[in-house]
């Protein structure tokens, strides 16, 4: 509880903005948890490309659709319809292409949340600890003689700005994760697709 009440009381002496810094940590968190549910289910994974790469380049389409229906993941849907296609490689191109823009989307989404919020905290951090001193050196001016008065209200107006960086650190920490893990998707699919072509230029 005395660790609860210390919180509180370090919250409440940061001022208002506080509140939406807050608000912007639940916001991250939030997101965190929800990507990374997300990219769980949606993402193939690099064994999965190794696998179905494998199978082509050495020409056997038996195993790379049972690699590609054994899958999970938006790089394994799409490539199990582009080898199950009707057409040339043109056709299986131009598919692929569009599925991927609608997957990638899905991927990035929520992404660019973080990076307002990246920009955001430290902003809101900085403004709570201006308006801090403003009113601390207005408390100053009514007790002059008093430099503990002053001096105390700028320690207190700081806590804003520690608070906005912290959000900002970690959002930026989940942003990059998360931007890592949408670059590794996009050169999976990148691979598969590749492979996919190949395969196809080879038997025309």
Known sequence: MEALKSIGDYFL?????????LLCSIAVVTIAIERYLFYKEAD??????????????????GKALEVADA???????????????????????????AQAGLAIAK???KLGYLGIIVTMAPLLGLLGTIVGMINSFSIFNLQAGQPMAITGG?????????????????SLAVHSYFAQKLDTA????????????DFGSRGE
């Open 44 to 61: 193939s994974g690099n064994l999965f490309a190794d696998n179905f790469c494998e199978a082509l380049d050495h020409n056997n389409l």
């Open 154 to 170: 700028i320690g207190e107006a700081l806590i804003a700005t520690a608070t906005g960086l912290c959000v900002a650190i970690l």
């Open 71 to 97: 899958g999970k993941g938006e790089c394994a849907r799409i490539v199990a319809s582009a080898l199950r296609l009707e057409g040339n490689v043109a056709r299986k191109s131009t598919y692929m292409e």
């Open 186 to 197: 996009i050169t999976n699919m990148e691979q598969c697709f590749s492979a996919i072509l």
């Open 13 to 21: 002496k940061g001022g208002l903005v506080m509140w939406p810094l």
């Open 107 to 109: 991927l990035r989404e």
